[in-house]
T-cell receptor, first 112, second 113 residues
Framework: DQQVKQNSPSLSVQEGRISILNCDYT??????FLWYKKYPAEGPTFLIS?????DKNEDGRFTVFLNKSAKHLSLHIVPSQPGDSAVYFC???????????FGAGTRLTVKP | NAGVMQNPRHLVRRRGQEARLRCSPM?????VYWYRQLPEEGLKFMVY????????ESGMPKERFSAEFPKEGPSILRIQQVVRGDSAAYFC???????????FGPGTRLTVL
């Protein structure tokens, strides 16, 4: 059961431009949504999160947008930097059963 | 202030052997989660443990897989009689109080020949 979906396996952008990574979910009971970044041979590291009661959260170059009616969230990175090249996982968390679900990931490549 | 540690980082087993994966959570953390990442897929939840207790094992295969988190020592994920389909990266995460703030280890890459 894929409750969290990232339909784009890869994305390539030019340095300095905006990167937009998308994520869809099916379960309206999720309370928090998170983005993790993963480099090769390392574990995922937390990047940014958003509560289900918010529609936007910003942290420096990273902004997450949540559209609850569409069950869709997106991560915007601007300006993109070569060091942002990594796999980005979207995750959704539900308090009632302490359940965290991950998407399949999107590999972002930022070209100099 | 060491993060989550996992060992070994790489493990090669032949079909039918046992695999033992270890996870030492961050200092002070008593909640441990195990996830599996198959090739080209996302992380799939396997099991959630607190010290000496399995809280949720709904993601664990019913056979051959077991996990423990003893009072002393690391959490262990054990896979008996491994098969080729068990080849994956296994990640451990820990948290202070449960919830979504989870810190991940570097993972153990299991290869079954």
């Amino acid at each position: 059961d894929q409750q969290v979906k990232q339909n784009s396996p890869s994305l390539s952008v030019q340095e300095g431009r905006i990167s937009i990574l998308n994520c869809d979910y099916t379960n309206s009971m999720f309370d928090y949504f998170l983005w993790y970044k993963k480099y090769p041979a390392e574990g995922p590291t937390f990047l940014i999160s958003i509560s289900s009661i918010k529609d936007k959260n910003e942290d420096g170059r990273f902004t997450v947008f949540l559209n609850k009616s569409a069950k869709h969230l997106s991560l915007h990175i601007v300006p993109s930097q070569p060091g942002d090249s990594a796999v980005y996982f979207c995750a959704a968390y539900a308090y009632n059963n302490n359940d965290m679900r991950f998407g399949a990931g999107t590999r972002l490549t930022v070209k100099p | 202030n060491a993060g989550v540690m996992q060992n070994p980082r790489h493990l090669v087993r032949r079909r039918g052997q046992e695999a033992r994966l270890r996870c030492s959570p961050m200092k002070g953390h008593s909640h441990v989660y195990w996830y599996r990442q198959l090739p080209e897929e996302g992380l799939k939840f396997m099991v959630y443990l607190q010290k000496e207790n399995i809280i949720d094992e709904s993601g664990m295969p019913k056979e051959r897989f077991s996990a423990e988190f003893p009072k002393e020592g690391p959490s262990i994920l054990r896979i008996q009689q491994v098969v080729r389909g068990d080849s994956a990266a296994y990640f451990c995460a820990s948290s202070l109080e449960g919830g979504y703030t989870q810190y991940f280890g570097p993972g153990t890459r299991l290869t079954v020949l």
